[in-house]
């Protein structure tokens, strides 16, 4: 660990951090995310969509700071203070699959932190049984 954590990446870890202990959900963000097959796979989403990323405004004029992606909003990265926008969209969109195996289903949230980069997402209840130790 001689790498030094930036700012931006650690400000990001500890939202992650928050919002989780809020929803009551774990913290996924303390492991290596390629480990886990839900981050894994969160981590891939966002690279499929990180091509038609549009960021808000702030993050163009700088970019040096906690950066929030949300599955069910692919196309939108967004700073600290755009998070409730997104919130808004990903509420009206409702269209949550679960991460892992895609089915419509009641999720459960949850977020990774990979450097400043925040990513949130959900899974069903079935992936949480089949895979839930390894969360
Ligand atoms: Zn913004
Ligand atoms: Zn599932």
Redesign the pocket.
Known sequence: MAEKESDAAREARQIAHAHTQREEGRWVGGIKVEDNPFSAKLVERYNEAAEDLR?????QKNFDQPRFWVEAVPELL?????TP?VAREEQARANSCCVLCGSHAKLRGFTVASGPLVMRGGFCGDCEQREGPQL
């Open positions: 960021a808000c405004p702030h993050l967004a700073c600290k203070q755009c926008a």
